[in-house]
């Protein structure tokens, strides 16, 4: 089962600087990082600025759309208002089939504000409790959802990288 926790730092700096301690906390077997990402929120901003980290993971088997769509649904939507919506509300409904609902949307977006920064891992067999303690030392709150295995097929083959033909 995957699990995409999201991690939010009360300052702009937080989830850069916790990618040491993610690095870390996978060395020692506690996480299995299939894919991440992080937002950086600066004060003053309209939207934060976000960065996706294959490079951390290898390839990253979700890639850059998969964290452009779920990005773009929780911080862009409010500023498209309702000329959007209904194309919006397809949007959210086809991740809804994949684990991640409204709520946990609406959940993320209520707290990741200008001012703050967020790191978000889709992880393998993660050692939840072994793994929390860390990063509340750095003052980052967990927000979380679980995929189940069916949940987690649907959105690898939903956003999975089309694979390079190799020449023959």
Do not use: C
């Not at 991690?7 to 991440?36: C, M, Y």
């Not at 920064?117 to 927000?143: C, I, N, Q, Y």
């Amino acid at each position: 089962m995957s699990t995409l926790t999201v991690w939010r730092f009360p300052t702009v700096e937080g989830a850069e600087n916790a990618l040491d301690l993610l690095r870390q906390l996978q060395k020692q077997q506690l996480i299995s990082i299939a894919d991440a990402a992080y937002v950086t929120w600066p004060e003053g901003r309209k939207k934060p600025k976000t960065k996706d980290l294959g490079a951390l993971t290898g390839a990253g088997t979700l890639g850059g759309a998969f964290w452009g769509l779920l990005f773009g649904l929780i911080f862009l939507v409010p500023l498209l208002g309702m000329a959007v919506g209904a194309a919006i509300g397809a949007l959210t409904g086809s991740l809804s089939h994949v684990g991640i609902d409204e709520s946990f949307i609406e959940t993320v977006r209520a707290q990741v504000t200008p001012g703050t920064s967020a790191l978000f891992v889709m992880s393998d067999g993660t050692v939840l409790d072994r793994v929390v303690e860390p990063f509340k030392e750095t003052g980052a709150a967990l927000l979380s959802t679980n995929l189940s295995d069916e949940e987690e097929a649907r959105l690898r083959g939903a956003f999975a990288e089309t694979p390079h033909l190799q020449p023959r």
